[in-house]
């Protein structure tokens, strides 16, 4: 199985392609080339940094046009996540819109970012991951529930922790820093592989 990272110039690569390799990965690209991409089994949108000086940096590469035509399983990670959403307030940019979601700032009440473990509670129709389930998490937007959202998490209010639409998964919280049942939840996403 090969799996390719999008490389943006921000994102969490390294600590995310040892996660691949704790859990059985044996090829793994990290690229910002479209023909990379296509060629994947699986791709893995990281998630570090500012959403619009990510959005340019996707654009700079065209890969703003190529990701929402990718057909193999697509998992973004926190702002990867997020940019896969329609509109963002951070940097007020649009995103890929692959999600007809928007994704908001915490209210100012809130402690900022929203860091560390806290469950994520899954819909009934998503086999990612079970009952309850712990991860780790650091941020400060969220994206609102919609008809996309298979896990939810609550930090005085309830945002997608999880959203599923066909072959596109995205994940608030970093598998790769949620020990154990990070690990599960990548070695989930990277069952989807035919």
């Not at 110039?9 to 690229?31: H, M, P, Q, W």
């Not at 893995?44 to 035509?69: R, S």
């Not at 937007?141 to 599923?164: N, P, Q, R």
């Amino acid at each position: 199985m090969k799996v390719a990272i999008i490389d943006y110039g921000a994102g969490n690569v390294t600590s995310l392609a040892f996660a691949l390799k704790r859990v059985g990965v044996e090829s793994i690209s990290i690229t910002f080339e479209a023909d990379e991409l296509l060629r994947s089994d699986a791709v893995i949108f990281p998630g570090v940094g500012h959403a619009a000086f990510a959005m340019h940096q996707l654009k700079k590469y065209q890969l703003d046009k190529v990701i929402p035509e990718l057909k193999q399983p697509f998992l973004g990670i926190c702002l990867g996540m997020q940019l896969m959403c329609e509109h963002t307030e951070e940097g007020n940019c649009d995103g890929l819109g692959i999600f007809n979601v928007k994704v908001k700032q915490f209210p100012d009440h809130l402690k900022v970012p929203h860091m560390g473990w806290n469950t994520v509670v899954p819909s009934t129709d998503t086999r990612l991951i079970e009952s309850d389930d712990w991860f780790y998490f650091i941020h400060s937007y969220y994206a609102e529930i919609s008809i996309h959202t298979v896990g939810k998490t609550d930090y005085m209010l309830d945002f997608s922790a999880i959203l599923h639409k066909d072959n596109f998964i995205g994940c608030q919280f970093h598998p790769e820093k949620s020990a154990v049942l990070g690990e599960k939840y990548l070695k989930s996403f990277l069952n989807l592989v035919e």
